[in-house]
């Protein structure tokens, strides 16, 4: 079993959350202290980028080259934002993490707006997490009462306001501006870029969003060091820990906090458990909804970002969905396919169109009623909307039909020859 140093997690106990006294008891805020009496923003920007982080929330972009293209030296009001709009089926970690440690997010969104200089934060939050928005609320007030939180941070002369705020509920608001349109008050639909946020973003400032997981490793790099988090990871080409939310047909579906690197066997084998019933693995999305499947051939792949783009694959969330050997391929992609094409804004063609013509075609092929004509414009639809539409939502939404026609594309011939699902027995 791969050891990894417990930081997201080092807190939680199920069922319990952490607030000031023991959050502080087991060194939170140190990181906070550290970067405030020891370090400059600038570099605390720069121990980032040597970090290596790599966005959490899904794209995987690097931390310290986003930040590194924020104006942070410029006069005016500037904006940090924390995306937690998790609503991607098979994404759940960062839930977890605010339900059991919310103090970590805010320590985090504390340091990254020192970094950055930007004067107030918003904590965007997906409206069903009700329970984690109030944690994060009664956080926020004990954080002022320490002084963290207000004015004047620890004697710096760094003034700091943060707020929470629950989203309107649809997918879409994940992409960040429409996040940012969404906490504006307007239809959230993704802007144009350029102007890309860091240079016109929440009310026309300049605006950093960032997700959850992704913030709250930043006290543990100041407190640790660039190299002691790189090392953390399995792989050179990963840094750090991961959140893997797994779920699916594993005898054990939970969050759990692993190296960067770690193999999908070992994750599917160890941490779930193995396949429930006794079953054999067929597949599984290793990133989430819209990132395509592995199979068996890939149990040894690393997971990490560079790994599963050499196999066709993205990292994503690390929301690891496991499938057994009597799951129908052709389904699966179809109930992803009816979230995504449900949770289309309908801001552009190729996604509001393209997203429904696919379902109908998966819908046609799944029942027994396609035939080899339905196979070839499915292909096409692929060419047609993967990188065309005005937002990642529908080239994201295509990862599994990717997946579908490069892995078990036999199973839909099977379909279309057969008349009939195979797998409804």
Partial sequence: MSQTTQLLFKNRVPGKTVFLKEFSANGGYQGLKTAFQSMTPLEIRELVKAAALRGRGGAGFPTGVKWGFFPADKPGIKYLVCNCDEMEPGTYKDGVLLQADPHQLIEGMIISAFALQTQVGYIFIRYAYEQQAENLRRAIVEAKEAGYLGKNILGSGFDFELHVHGSAGRYILGEETALLNGLEGIRPNPRLKPPFP??????????????????????????????????????????????????????????????????????????????????????????????????????????????????????????????????????????????????????????????????????????????????????????????KSFCALAEGAMGPVTGLLTHFEQEIVDHIEGGRCPFNK
């Fill in 198 to 387: 860091a240079v016109r973003g929440l009310f026309g400032q300049p605006t950093t969003v960032n997700n959850v997981e992704t913030i709250a490793n930043i006290p543990h790099i100041v407190t640790g060091g660039a190299e002691w988090f790189k090392d953390l990871a399995l792989t050179p080409e990963g840094s750090g820990t991961k959140l893997f939310g797994l779920s699916g047909h594993l005898n054990r579906t939970e969050c759990f906090e692993l190296p960067v690197g770690i193999s999908l066997r070992e994750v599917v084998d160890t941490y779930g458990q193995g396949m429930w019933k006794n079953k054999q693995f067929k597949a599984c999305l290793p990133g989430g909804a819209s990132t395509p499947y592995l199979t068996r051939e890939h149990l040894d792949v690393p997971l990490d970002f560079a790994s599963l783009e050499k196999v066709g694959s993205r990292f994503g969330t690390a929301g690891v969905t496991a499938f057994d050997e009597d799951t129908c391929m052709v389904a699966v992609t179809l109930n992803l396919i009816r979230f995504f094409a449900r949770e289309s804004c309908g801001w552009c063609t190729p996604c509001r169109d393209g997203l429904t013509m696919v379902r109908w075609l998966l819908e046609m092929l799944e029942s027994g009623k396609g035939s080899h004509e339905h196979l070839a414009m499915l292909k096409d639809q692929l060419k047609n909307i993967s990188g």
